[in-house]
């Protein structure tokens, strides 16, 4: 094939959609968690990208500190950086309650700065290596290509874990809860329902999605204190392409760009890390709100 | 004081003494007395800006700041906090309605959680009230007409377990076909013992159901009397409603 | 923030102070920056102005728009790039080399805003964030900026033709005289109708334009003259410094203007100038201590949201009841 002056074989395109498919599992992931947050607290979370590193962290720390493995990881280190978050909102956030949201935004700016200087301090900027789990080593012939397994595994789980948390927010009880005090947080509190206690436990669970997205990431990146960094800008790109106002949005966005976004490596590998923000310029044009987003 | 005309009688549930409130800098209330009994439905007169709305809010917990006593079954609710007010059994319908439009229909209706074992309407006795919402149970919260939102709001609130309701302006904006079925709702609902507080502007529809009458002017009562004695205050009612 | 509730005879006494305490402030800040060089050291000084005009230029959107820009540096850095290339392998003097970069700033504040504009708040911040990692990444491909290593050994030149840049006391007062020029186009700007109509917009957008103004043509306008301003800082700084690089266009570029403009003070004119100055000395006094930079600023960061949101001179100006 030959596109572009470029001469692009099969395997290098099916490698490459892969690698779009993996990068859209924890845009989708990310953009989720802050959709989540977004939802409940009407603010932007800018140590979401931070949370996704002390995720990773946690998985190595996991590892060497008390011996625990992957799977323990999967579960622990969303939970305690869950917890972290919980906290952070509790002891921060809750006290900009009623301000320009444009302070809560600063306040996890400052937070995120702090968190990622303290990591860079203590290990510096190069990657920490953590395997991948032998479970899921390996390659399966898929026939046309070799996919590795933990690859495979990073896609499903990430569908698996977005599909369940939509399914959790549109179709149960709590999440009843959850759009109803999105709507109108008072009429909800007014019913008996303690909000700020949800509020706390919502931001907590939005943080666990992404240090969740960052125990995945782990073994395919190395753990690094800039990962979240880099991959912050891109997620919220990815939100404001999306729109704010949807759930479903903001996971089908982060798989779809994510698949764009490795497609462009094949074609023109030039525009491949400035695709997304040209989608996002051009979506801006056309629908402000964003494809998924209502418009206000 | 006007509770010294109505002194024998069943137990206060709701008691207010010297309830003032505020919204950010504004003084709204300047010390509201009032008292609901066991079973009753007492009625809140007053002009729009007389201070209704605010007086069933801050009984909910709803406003900003307030001072003064609230108490309910003899328990002080001037500091707790919205939720816990609404798990004592203290249950709010607001003018606004508050149907979530994100929500469908029986999402709605089944968000509030029960707050006591007994004394909660069954789904059944909630369809019979209100057949029309059985229909609708899928649809949107937001694809309701007025009546419809209406009687849900005050559907959902039946199935808690709460007592005491609170309603604010329930006949607003509706058709008269409409108001007459919440009047029949209404007086179904005091004979099944529910204690009502009821704002409205409509003294006429309110004069079909109340026991009593609280006429507010500028955040303070002005005025209490009983059902009887509504005829020789129609020229007072009148001049301070401005109808 | 200035007191609002006053009388209007009070108001004007409070017109008249604001203006004698605002002639003070200036004279004071000139009498330092003529001083300065003389205790500190020169090239401190200079980039420190850069950066103040810098957080001048953002304070503009946050302090009188309330748009919060987080892709700043954009601006900074695309100047700092145009201006160094234009000065070295063009060869052109240092004035034309800074107007280019002006020029390049102001047209992507154009494009940029014009996408930006149409969202606010928590959204127009993202969007920005988003915009200027677009650039970044442009910066790191585009061939004349020399990716990582960014364009080094920049002349001086001959401003006009005339002074003589590579001198370093004419640098200065050259220098000294891009600030002031920019202080005042910031401070004229917001004084201006034009000013009164951006504050009216922060205040109740909707009346703005029930009034028949185009409040979107407004803030595309105060956009892109933010953007034009910190792209004067931005190329003003590749002359001094006499390099372009990455630092200037990055994510962390675009926190630490936010960073000083909250120390300093949002919405005042000279807040951002002594927060700018706060900032740059710390990273000069701590740059032994490598990460916990970037720690400190963001407990800083943290400690100015929640307790001190006015900044040094807005809680300064509260106290005196003057605006500043």
């Known amino acids: 094939m030959n596109v572009f002056g470029h001469v692009i074989s099969w395997p290098q395109l099916y490698g490459q959609l892969l690698i779009g498919l993996i990068n859209g599992s924890f845009y989708a992931l990310l953009s989720l968690g802050l959709a989540v947050i977004f939802g409940m607290l009407t603010i932007v979370n800018f140590a979401h990208g931070a949370f996704y590193m002390m995720g990773a962290f946690g998985a190595y720390f996991l590892l060497k500190l008390a011996g625990l493995d992957y799977w323990w990881a999967l579960i622990l280190s969303p939970f305690a950086i869950g917890a972290i978050g919980a906290i952070v909102e509790r002891l921060f956030l809750k006290r900009l309650v009623g301000l320009d949201p444009l302070y809560s935004l600063l306040l996890t700016f400052g937070l995120a700065l702090i968190f990622q200087g303290l990591f860079q301090n203590f290990f510096g900027a190069s990657g920490l290596p953590y395997a991948i789990p032998k479970q899921l080593s390996g390659a399966y012939n898929l026939g046309f290509m070799f996919l590795p397994v933990y690859r495979g595994w990073v896609i499903v789980a990430s569908m698996v874990v977005s599909f369940g948390t939509w399914l959790v927010i549109e179709k149960t009880k709590l999440g009843a809860y959850l759009r109803a005090a999105t709507e109108n947080p008072t009429m909800v509190r007014a019913f008996g329902i303690n909000v700020p206690r949800m509020v706390t436990l919502t931001y907590g669970f939005g943080v666990a999605l992404a240090a969740f997205a960052g125990v995945l990431a782990a073994p395919i990146n190395q753990v690094r204190p800039g990962m979240g960094a880099d991959i912050i800008a891109v997620v919220f790109a990815v939100v404001v392409i999306g729109g704010m106002g949807s759930i479903m949005g903001s996971i089908l966005t982060g798989f779809v760009l994510g698949v764009v976004e490795g497609l462009t490596k094949v074609f023109y590998p030039e525009a491949s890390n400035t695709v997304v923000f040209v989608i996002m310029a051009i979506v801006l044009l056309i629908r402000p709100a964003g494809l998924f987003g209502r418009a206000s | ?243 | 923030m200035s007191v609002r509730l006053e009388a209007p005879a009070i108001a004007a006494d409070a017109t008249a102070r604001d203006r004698r305490a605002n002639a003070i402030a200036f004279a004071v800040m000139v009498g330092l920056i003529v001083l300065a060089p003389f205790v500190a050291y020169p090239f401190f000084i200079m980039q420190a102005l850069c950066f103040a005009l810098f957080a001048c230029a953002f304070n503009l959107l946050i302090g009188y728009v309330n748009l919060l820009s987080l892709g700043h540096a954009m601006f900074l850095g695309l100047a700092s790039y145009v201006c160094a290339h234009a000065a070295k392998v063009w060869g052109l003097e240092p004035v034309s080399a800074i107007a280019l970069g002006v020029a390049a700033s102001a047209a992507l504040g154009v494009v940029t805003g014009a996408l930006a504009i149409r969202s606010i708040g928590i959204y127009f911040a993202m969007i920005t964030v988003a915009f200027s990692q677009m650039v970044y990444f442009f910066c790191v491909e585009a061939p004349f900026t020399h990716g990582e290593d960014g364009i080094q050994a920049v002349p001086q030149g001959r401003a006009l033709g005339l002074f003589d840049l590579s001198n370093p006391w004419i640098l200065y007062v050259f220098v000294a005289i891009v600030f002031l020029f920019g202080f005042l186009a910031v401070q004229r700007t917001v004084n201006s109708p034009f000013g009164e109509i951006l504050k009216a917009i922060r205040e109740n957008e909707p009346r703005v334009i029930s009034l028949g103004y185009r409040s979107m043509q407004y803030k595309l306008a105060a956009f892109s003259l933010s953007a034009a301003i910190a792209g004067l800082a931005g190329a003003t700084k590749a002359i001094v410094a006499q390099n372009a690089s990455l630092t200037d266009v990055s994510f962390a570029m675009s926190g630490e203007v936010v960073l000083m403009t909250l120390v300093g003070g949002m919405g005042t004119f000279y807040g951002p100038v002594i927060g700018a100055f706060i900032v740059v000395s710390m990273q000069n006094y701590l740059a032994q201590y490598g990460e916990w930079v970037t720690v400190i600023q963001g407990v800083v960061f943290v400690a100015c949201v929640l307790v001190f949101r006015r900044g040094i001179v807005g809680e300064l100006a509260a106290r005196a009841r003057i605006s500043l």
């Open chain 2, 1 to 243: 004081m006007p509770e010294a005309a109505f002194a024998q009688t069943p137990a206060a549930v709701l008691k207010l003494k010297g309830l003032q409130a505020w919204y950010n800098e504004s003084h709204i209330l300047h010390g509201v007395d009032l008292d609901v009994r066991e079973g009753e439905l007492v009625t809140l007169l007053g002009r729009n800006g007389a201070g209704k709305t605010t007086t069933l809010k801050s009984i909910m917990g709803i406003v900003g700041k307030r001072s003064g006593s609230i108490t309910f079954h003899d328990r002080e609710l001037i500091h707790l906090s919205i939720d816990r007010i609404a798990r004592l059994g203290v249950a709010l319908c607001p003018e606004e309605r508050a149907i979530f439009a994100s929500l469908s229909v029986k999402e709605n209706l089944f968000l509030p959680p029960e707050i006591a074992k007994t004394g909660a309407m069954t789904a059944d006795r909630i369809f019979t009230l209100f057949p029309n919402l059985r229909e609708r149970l899928s649809s949107g919260g937001g694809k309701l007409s007025g009546g419809e939102q209406q009687m849900l709001a005050i559907a959902r609130i039946l199935r808690t377990g709460a007592r005491f309701l609170m309603l604010d302006e329930p006949t607003e904006g509706l058709a008269p076909v409409i108001i007459q079925q919440i009047g029949r709702t209404i007086a179904e609902l005091k004979r099944e013992g529910f204690t009502i507080l009821l704002v409205e502007q409509n003294f006429r529809f309110a004069a079909t159901i109340a026991d009593r009458f609280f006429v507010m002017g500028h955040g303070r009562i002005i005025d209490a009397f009983a059902n009887s004695e509504l005829p020789g205050k129609m020229d007072m009612l009148h001049e301070a409603l401005g109808v």
